[in-house]
């Protein structure tokens, strides 16, 4: 489970990195909102399983309190589930 939780977390601070970065100046600048269209769904998508993997994670390497909401507020930030990738589910 802990694989599968690295492969979304990633995939998810990839997609949210790609929406803020890519995307949003892309609609902005160019007027063309096709970009956060194609990205926003799947980020979406991959958000909630995060979230929902997060919550499991909490139970299966016995996170306090304190962890999981760090894991949880590092989902919104970027680059924020990088971090949480190198500190507490790499070994």
């Known amino acids: 489970m802990k694989l599968i939780f690295r492969i979304i977390s990633i995939l998810e601070g ?3 990195i ?6 949003v100046p892309i ?27 997060a919550i499991i994670m909490k139970y299966e390497l016995a996170w306090k309190s304190k962890t999981m909401w760090l894991v949880l507020i590092a989902s919104v930030l970027p680059f924020g589930t990088f971090y949480i990738d190198k500190k507490y589910l790499r070994n």
């Open 27 to 53: 609609k902005y600048f160019s007027d063309n909102d096709s970009y956060v269209k194609t990205l926003g769904m799947p980020h979406g998508i991959l958000f909630i399983g995060y979230v929902i993997l």
């Open 14 to 16: 990839l997609s949210y």
């Open 18 to 23: 790609l929406l803020l970065f890519v995307a």
